[in-house]
């Protein structure tokens, strides 16, 4: 039902591909998004540009990653409570003016000489701050955008243009560094930024932001307590960290292309990118199929296919067998991807989206930096391919464990888990 005063919305078609397009805010919160991490991507390739350029350094290179991630973790519960007691979307344009500040003051001390590794440091810390309010807010205003049962359609778009802007980002980078300067990468994510904030300025939400409540222990405690009862939340969480820790074989990638694949620079090129080429490809793919309505099955089963290929990858001495296998495990993780934020979100009443929004953050902030350091500590160890057959093993093993301790995840369907309050 439309909220007071907000014109009535026309029958949309639940489900055609692209019918969430058709309803205003998620429009112009999908091009928001698009904007904005666009710029967050070119934010943080320009960043480790300058950084390397500055110092030469590949340990200052680790420390930008550590900067940003370190602020996000510990504000995240934070930021989720607060996304549940103000405004939503005015959250994210507050939280929005931080990177915009950061882009515009490296654009300024890059043009005239003046940018050094400490000012870059806490810009990128200022940056890792604002994220821990942004994220849960953004993730919990998506349900409240569309009806519900156009949500899964709504997440798969998002997604894809999430994947799309993250492919755009580091490419426009290159572009603008090769053509100009570094500078001028920060003035372009800078106006990258104010295109969303203007795109934000105009989404209205189905659902009005209540008011009153408070941010406290107490309300963070809630949050953690609702994903420790809903079983299938905290399946979905748990399942997709330690899937991420164990199998992921991005940071050893530089040692497949080199000395098990012997195919160099252009061979890590393609290598890397195979994975987005897939997550995107699959991205594309979701958008046109039928809507998943079995979101656990669906997550466990990508989980599956993921490790699988995995383990294909690890044990492959084919530069075209591995660059499938890579793919693959993009396409694997771009359904576990919609089909974890659909489930959380769809399991989560609107009222504590924010904070619930914000443990998921946490757990995937984990499995992606704890990943990078369990592959190099086993690869260290042994070798790069017992690292990854070894990782893919373990996520195959996690999934088995998650199923059959948390058998409600595989039982969540969409169609018949509804929440206490909507979206």
């Known amino acids: 039902m439309s909220a007071p005063n907000e014109p009535a919305e026309p029958e949309l078609p639940i489900d055609a591909p692209l019918a969430p397009l058709r309803v205003p805010a998620f429009s112009l919160f999908a ?53 549940d007691v103000f405004d939503r979307r005015r959250l994210i344009m507050a939280s929005q003016i931080v990177p915009l500040i950061c882009g515009v ?38 349900p409240t955008l569309v009806p519900r049962a156009m949500f899964p359609r709504a997440v798969t778009i998002s997604s894809t243009l999430i ?46 932001p209540e008011a009153g409540g408070r941010v406290t222990v107490q309300a963070i405690v809630e949050g953690i307590h609702y994903v420790r009862q809903r079983r299938e939340v905290l399946g979905a969480m748990t399942l997709d960290m330690f899937a991420v820790i164990f199998g992921g074989a991005t940071a050893l990638l530089p040692i497949y292309a080199n000395e098990i694949l012997q195919v160099g620079p252009r061979g890590y090129g393609l290598l890397t990118a195979s994975l987005e080429i897939g997550s995107l490809s699959m991205a594309l793919l979701l958008i046109f199929l039928p809507p998943m309505r079995r979101m656990g099955r669906a997550l466990m089963i990508a989980v599956a296919i ?7 990858f690890g044990l492959s001495r084919s530069f075209p067998l591995s660059v499938l296998a890579y793919m693959v495990v993009g396409m694997a993780d771009q359904v576990s991807v919609v089909a974890r934020q659909t489930l959380i979100q769809l399991a989560t009443p609107d009222a504590l989206r924010g904070r619930v929004s914000s443990v998921n953050m946490i ?12 592959a190099g500590f086993v690869a260290a160890l042994s070798s790069a391919t017992v690292a990854v057959v070894s ?33």
């Open 31 to 83: 091009g928001s998004r698009f904007c904005s991490v666009t710029a967050s991507a070119l934010f943080s390739a320009s960043v480790a540009w300058q950084v390397f350029d500055l110092s030469g350094s590949a340990f200052d290179l680790g420390l930008i990653g550590l900067t940003r991630f370190v602020p996000h973790l510990a504000l995240s519960l934070l930021g989720g409570a607060v996304a």
């Open 105 to 142: 003051s490296l654009w300024l001390a890059s043009a005239d000489g003046s940018a050094n590794l400490p000012l870059i440091y806490a810009m990128v810390f200022a940056v890792g701050s604002a994220a821990a309010f942004e994220s849960p807010a953004g993730s919990a205003l998506l």
């Open 163 to 208: 994947s799309l802007a993250r492919v755009t980002g580091p490419a426009l980078t290159g572009l603008v560094i090769a053509a100009v300067s570094v500078s001028a990468s920060y003035a372009v994510q800078a106006g990258l930024v104010v295109l969303s904030l203007i795109g934000l300025i105009f989404v209205r939400s189905r659902v009005p």
């Open 306 to 312: 993921y490790g699988l290929a995995t383990i294909l």
């Open 363 to 374: 757990f995937i902030g984990a499995s992606n930096h704890l990943g990078a350091v369990e």
């Open 391 to 423: 990782g893919g093993l373990g996520c195959l093993t996690v999934l088995g464990i998650v199923a059959a301790k948390l058998p409600e995840l595989g039982r969540y369907r969409t169609d018949r888990n509804p929440t206490s309050s909507g979206g």
